[in-house]
């Protein structure tokens, strides 16, 4: 088989497509109040230097996805076990953001319709993308990116233009919104969702031209990164701190104030089209994590095979996984706390750490 | 090829049922289309009476107006203790199922007012067919149900004159506010109290429900727009009106057009201006444990009329009517914030502002904020202008004539 390759543009429009997944649309960092724009920003450095982490260990082993040099680096049997513990955590991220997209589905317009349904649908679509190859799934993200950014436009531009933003909301800010900034920064808003970028340690071995990983990769997280930042600040702007903390899905609400001049109206539509596109590459990069790590692991040959038992699973525990819209956001921050923070940041850095001592002193073989 | 086999009849097997697609359908011609909203005190206690006024499709079918069989809409009511058990318990009632989206007025009874409101909004907020951006008026001497039954000349659908009406007077003359349900739930969660405008029936309310009233050039019953409600605590306290009301909004900073009649020389309020462009900024401050309200206004107006010669061709003139401008102008901000402050109801922002800006501050004033507020101190500054008097100078009166 051919192998697949993927170009840098690509690469940079499928990182920021996967940022804004599901990032955009639910409220992210709630401990910071009206500050949560500059935990952002002040995530962002974070975030980068995570990625210069996968990145580097991609640079050492161009080769590889992240299974295989933890192997390479643990040795067989710990590394092995460690790889191990990505399948289920990346599976049940994926699912996370499909039940996140089909409960804004029905509770911003298909209220009569079964979740299942819903989200089957999401992931036929995602399943036949990845059937079909990593690389079709990389010149798709190339036109969606300029969807993406169109609809963020029109959006902004209609909030802005309705004359809905109240700076009052944003400023001023005092010296325990800073504290409570950064404590939300870090790790929240690093992992979440930054610290999800690890799911690129699969798909870089595609790259073509790996010294140019680098460049598009920051360059992608930076803008991500600051336009993320001001969508919330617009949101927060919009309807306050308190609205803002309270609402499932907060750009939704503030789409929906927008009227301009009696004429411009209900653009909710926009909101609910930019989560699915969001979600669709998010999950799909999940799924093809859990492919790629799978494969290698268990040694299948063809890594489409794996394709409709991934779907499945994702399918079936985004119904299972949560009872309720609020029983998921609790699992979400546990999960968060607890789990993500392991494997998006401890295990690379660790690998990282052990690789160097190794290089130097000649360990490997 | 096994596997692909599976793989592909399992995933056209699920695609076949994507051909079904309308899970969610609904036929335009089985929506009832709610215009407006109404909600008053129901007969028992905790239990609220809902009133739908639903359109009338085959009278507002066509553009010009009317049909002159069918009233535009039809009014349905429910009683029920939550908003949305009576939104669903009028299918009893209705042919149609009641659609939302399109509702643009929620009118709320005085009775309801007086005994508080701040819980009623949550299904407004919850749902996604009702709509933040959508009026809130409170009836004033009437209940909301009546306020909605009343058929208006000119615009075929009432809530969306009554809704127009609002705007225009909003607009143009500045004794009401454009509240909207998103707005009433930030002045709920904040720390201030809000007003509402008020709505009343001018005349008679029973031939006001009937096609009728429109053969007539002038109707028997309209509805007006009249003062603002004062809220404390989610319950109205009492209604502000005329150049109080006004005064109220020029504080809130929601001035966008209003006429102001000034005193020239001896004559009282004998020259009309118009003020086009005004900018409220407020700061409060707490000096020695009482705060202080600084009030900043610029406002820029042309003058439209005068009643007795003014030689407006001279700039010292102009600069007197600037002064009587801004004297008349502080009259009335200064009358607002103390009839506010004699009901202690805090109803511009000055909590929300103080807290934003100072929030040490605020702590040691929350408990008691609104017996501070009522000693507060109010230092009002205004700077008024007369950029243009119309296409006159001098009037055609002569300086000595009677």
């Known amino acids: 088989m051919r192998k697949e390759v993927i170009s840098s543009y690509q690469l940079f429009a499928m990182i920021v497509l996967f940022e804004f997944g599901t990032a955009l649309v639910v409220p992210i960092g709630l401990e910071s109040g009206h500050a949560v724009w500059v935990s952002i920003l002040m995530a962002l450095p974070g975030g980068i230097i995570l990625y210069l982490i996968y990145n580097y260990l991609y640079l050492e082993f161009p080769t590889m996805n992240i299974s295989g040099y933890t192997q390479k680096i643990l040795g067989k049997y710990i590394g092995w076990t460690l790889s191990l513990l990505y399948i289920p955590v990346l599976l049940f991220n994926g699912s996370r953001n499909l039940r996140e997209a089909g409960d804004l589905l029905i509770a911003a317009s298909y209220d009569q319709t079964p979740v299942f349904i819903i989200n089957s649908m999401m992931v036929i679509a995602v399943m036949y993308t990845l059937y079909k190859g990593i690389e079709v799934f990389a010149r798709s993200a190339e036109i969606y990116f300029f969807v993406i950014i169109l609809m963020g436009l029109i959006c902004n531009f209609v909030v802005i233009a309705a004359g809905l933003v109240d700076l009052k909301n944003l400023f001023p800010l005092h010296s325990k919104d800073w504290k409570d900034a950064l404590a939300s920064a870090y790790p929240n808003i690093l992992i979440f969702p930054f610290g999800e970028l690890v799911c690129f340690t699969t798909i870089f071995p595609h790259f073509n031209k790996s010294h140019k990983a680098r460049r598009a990769g920051v360059m992608a997280i930076v803008l991500s990164g600051l336009l993320l930042c001001f969508t919330h600040a617009i949101e927060i702007a919009v309807l306050g701190e308190n609205i803002y903390s309270r609402s499932t899905f907060p750009i939704f609400t503030t789409i929906t104030l927008v009227n301009l001049a009696n004429f411009i109206q209900r653009l909710d539509a926009l909101v609910i089209l930019a989560l699915v596109v969001g979600v669709f590459f998010k999950m799909s990069i999940y799924c093809y994590a859990v492919m790629s790590v799978t494969a290698d692991l268990f040694k299948v040959r063809e890594i489409r095979n794996l394709t409709l038992p991934v779907g499945i699973v994702v399918l079936f525990s985004s119904i299972v996984s949560a009872e309720s819209y609020p029983v998921h956001m609790d699992e979400g921050k546990v999960f968060l706390k607890y789990i993500l923070p392991i494997l998006c940041a401890v295990i690379p850095l660790l690998l990282v750490i052990v690789h160097y001592i190794r290089k130097k002193f000649g360990l490997y073989r | ?402």
């Open chain 2, 1 to 402: 090829m096994r596997v692909k086999w599976i793989l592909r009849s399992v995933i056209y097997f699920v695609m076949l049922s994507l051909l079904t697609s309308c899970w969610n359908s609904r036929e335009l011609g089985e929506l009832g289309i709610v215009s407006g909203f109404g909600i008053d005190k129901g007969p028992n206690k905790d239990e609220y009476r809902v009133t739908f006024q639903v359109v009338n499709p085959s009278a507002t079918a066509t553009s010009t107006g009317a049909s002159k069989n069918h009233p535009p809409v039809t009014i349905y009511s429910s009683t029920d203790t939550t908003v949305f058990g009576a939104l669903r318990k009028t299918s009893k009632k209705a042919a149609r199922q009641l659609f939302f989206a399109h509702t643009q007025l929620v009118v709320i009874g005085e009775s309801l007012a007086r005994s508080g409101i701040n819980d009623i909004f949550d299904v407004f907020e919850r749902s996604h067919e009702l709509r933040l951006n959508s009026l809130v008026l409170v009836s004033r001497d009437a209940d909301a149900a009546s306020i909605l039954k009343v058929i208006l000349p000119i615009e075929s659908l009432p809530a969306m004159g009554i809704v127009k009406k609002n705007k225009n007077t909003a607009g143009v003359w500045g004794e009401n506010r454009d509240v909207n349900i998103f707005e009433l739930i930030n002045g709920i969660t904040g720390e201030s109290d809000f007003v509402i405008s008020g709505v009343r029936i001018n005349g008679d309310e029973q031939e006001g429900m009937k096609l009728s009233n429109l053969d007539q050039t002038e109707v028997k019953a309209l509805v007006v727009m009249s003062g603002l409600g004062v809220f404390k605590d989610g319950k109205l306290v009492d209604w502000m009106d005329g150049p109080k009301a006004r005064g109220t909004v020029w504080v809130q900073d929601k001035i966008k057009e209003t006429s102001i009649n000034i005193d020239y020389k001896n004559k009282k309020k004998s020259v009309s201006v118009d003020i086009n462009l005004s900018k409220t900024k407020v700061k409060v401050k707490i000096r020695e444990g009482i705060p202080v309200f600084d009030i900043h206004i610029k406002e820029k107006g042309i003058v439209n009329e005068t009643k007795s010669f003014v030689d407006l061709s001279k700039g010292d003139e102009i600069l007197k009517l600037e002064v009587s401008l801004a004297e008349q102008t502080k009259k009335e901000v200064t009358q607002a914030v103390e009839t506010a402050q004699r009901m202690q109801t805090d109803i511009f922002n000055f909590a929300n502002e103080l807290k934003r800006t100072n929030p040490k501050a605020w702590k040691s004033v929350e408990k008691d904020w609104p017996a501070l507020f009522a000693k507060g101190k109010l230092n009002v500054h205004i700077d008024a202008y007369i950029r243009s008097t119309g296409m006159r100078l001098k009037p055609y009166l002569k300086e000595n004539s009677k």
